[in-house]
C-alpha cells in the first residue's frame, strides 16, 4: 500500500524523495486485521467531490471521494500552494491504485482558497498544522488513519502523527521538506524573497492583478510557466486560486513561516 501511494508523485520538491512511518504501539490487533490490500479492485472508480468545510471556523476546500466500506481512510496534506484542487488527478489515482479500499480526503490550506472566504487573513505553518489535526478531531472518520502529505505537509503529516497518535496509524512524506538544503539554489531565492519583505510585496503586487485578466491568458501563462509536464485540472487551480490577493500572500507568509521552522529544527 505505501508503495502505491508514493509512486504516484512525480515531481521533486526537496532533496529526500518519501519516507514512512508506521506506529505499532497504538494500533489494536482488529485494526490489523482490516488493514488486507490483497484484494485490490484495480477498476475501482468514483468521481472526487469537492466541497466546503468549516474548520475552526476556517472555510476549507475539502476533495473527497467515499469508498463504499472502507478499511482504512487516508487523509492527504498538500503543500505550500494548499490549493487543493491542483491535487484532483492524484486523489483520483491514488482512489483507484488502493482499489477502492480506502475512502481519501484531501484538505486544502487555510487560506489558499479560491474566494476570500476569511477576509484577508494570514495563517502560518503552525496554525496549519492546527487546522490539519482538528479536521481530524471534527470529521468523526472511524475507519483507521493513514497521513499522506506533500513537501512541507509532510512536515504537517508528522505533527498529526505525533499529537494524534490514538488515531493515526501511518504517516507517509511525498518529496518532504523537512529541512533547508543548502544546496538548493532554488531555495536561496525563495528564502531570499520570503524574508524580505520588500521583495514579498512587489511578488504579491506583480501576481495579484493577472486575477483581472481573462481566464484564456492565465491559461496561456501557466501552460507557458509550467510547460506541459502540468494536467489540464492544475493549469486550471493555477489559474482560479494563485493570483487572487488573499491566496498569494498566505503562500508568502505560510512559505516564511516555515523556512523559520526548518532552519530552528
Known amino acids: 500500500m505505501l508503495a502505491r501511494i508514493a509512486a ?4 521533486p520538491l526537496s ?6 512511518y508506521r506506529r505499532t504501539d497504538s494500533i489494536p490487533n482488529s485494526s490489523r486485521g482490516e488493514m488486507d490490500f490483497t484484494d485490490l479492485d484495480s477498476n475501482a472508480t468514483k468521481c472526487v467531490n469537492l466541497r466546503l468545510c468549516s474548520v475552526s471556523g476556517c472555510m476549507t476546500e475539502i476533495l473527497e471521494i467515499r469508498a463504499d466500506r472502507p478499511s482504512f481512510h487516508v487523509v492527504f496534506v498538500p503543500g505550500n500552494p494548499g490549493v487543493i484542487t491542483f491535487y484532483k488527478d492524484f486523489v483520483e489515482s491514488l482512489f483507484k491504485s488502493l482499489g477502492g479500499t480506502a475512502s481519501v480526503s484531501a484538505v486544502g490550506a487555510s487560506g489558499h482558497t479560491e474566494k476570500n472566504w476569511e477576509h484577508g487573513k494570514l495563517y502560518s505553518l503552525q496554525e496549519q498544522i492546527d487546522h490539519k489535526i482538528e479536521f481530524i478531531k471534527v470529521q468523526n472518520i472511524e475507519a483507521p488513519l493513514v497521513v499522506v502529505g506533500h513537501s512541507i505537509g509532510s512536515y504537517i503529516a508528522l505533527e498529526m502523527l505525533r499529537r494524534l497518535p490514538e488515531k493515526v496509524m501511518y504517516c507517509i512524506g511525498l518529496y518532504p521538506f523537512l529541512a533547508l538544503n543548502l544546496q538548493s ?3 536561496a531565492v525563495i528564502v ?6 520588500v521583495l514579498s510585496i512587489m511578488v504579491t503586487l506583480f501576481v495579484a492583478p493577472l486575477s483581472l485578466l481573462p481566464r484564456r491568458v492565465l491559461r496561456l501563462i501557466s501552460e507557458l510557466s509550467n510547460g506541459n509536464s502540468w494536467s489540464n485540472t492544475a493549469h486550471e487551480a493555477c489559474c482560479s486560486h494563485l493570483p487572487q490577493y488573499h491566496t498569494i500572500r498566505n503562500v508568502l507568509y505560510m ?3 516555515e523556512f523559520i521552522k526548518v532552519c530552528s529544527c
Not at 8 to 11: K, S, V
Not at 15 to 20: C, D, L, N
Open 8 to 11: 504516484l508523485t512525480e515531481r
Open 255 to 257: 512559505a516564511r513561516t
Open 192 to 197: 531570499k524573497v520570503i524574508m524580505s519583505r
Open 185 to 187: 539554489k532554488k531555495q
Open 15 to 20: 532533496f529526500i524523495r518519501s519516507f514512512k
